[in-house]
């Protein structure tokens, strides 16, 4: 598979006015501000497709990235405070609504930041991941801030929290140093293989 061969396709923000699936997608979720643009970037050899912003919440819509036989969905990021009650009403429209269309999805990259235990809306993004059966792992970003000392001690605790959700897959990494990238890279891979 080339993640070099990509182009932005488009940007949707109502459920509503996406077009039917017509290839596998790779759906990549998160809350605000964990990186997901970054991380995206660092996957296809990009320093800005994704665009990446200071202020969190700036990704309102999802964004479609074509690459030769695969789809990447960019889910606005959730958790954000400072946004209105009828923003937040239109990104869970948004985003239940690609959900519940019958769409080609081959993997979710659940994203996560190593360092913090999970947010209330992360836990529910899993369970709602993992209830419904979705082919999902969960990327843990920003390893890079951590001592070498410190890292497994976080994958330890993070392995006990999700503990619930039994065959979770963990992947911790950095948009920075590119460590644990390529391994995302196999998972979705195998993810279109599979399919």
């Known amino acids: ?6 182009e932005f396709e488009a940007s949707y923000g109502k459920s509503k006015q996406i ?47 074509r690459l030769t036989d695969v789809r990447f969905a960019d889910l606005p990021g959730y958790g954000y405070a400072k946004v209105s009650k009828s923003e937040k009403d239109r990104w869970a429209e948004l985003v239940e609504g690609y959900f519940a269309q019958h769409r080609d999805i081959a993997l979710i990259v659940q994203i996560c930041d190593i360092r913090h235990s999970p ?11 993992y209830s419904t059966g979705f082919n999902f792992i969960i990327a843990l970003t920003k390893l890079d801030k951590l001592k070498k000392s410190q890292q497994q001690a976080r994958i330890d605790a ?20 590119g460590q644990g990238i390529d391994e995302i890279r196999k998972a979705i891979e195998e993810s279109i293989i599979s399919e």
């Open 1 to 6: 598979m080339n993640f070099n061969i990509v």
């Open 19 to 65: 077009p039917e699936s017509d290839m596998p997608e790779i759906v990549f979720s998160g809350k605000s501000n964990v990186g997901k643009s970054s991380l995206i970037n660092k996957i296809l050899y990009r320093k800005s497709i994704a665009r990446v912003s200071a202020t969190p919440g700036k990704t309102t819509t999802i964004n479609f990235f």
């Open 119 to 129: 947010t209330k809306d992360d836990m529910a993004m899993i369970e709602f991941l």
């Open 158 to 177: 993070l392995t006990s929290e999700l503990s619930e959700f039994e065959g979770i897959r963990l992947f911790p990494c950095s948009s920075q140093t």
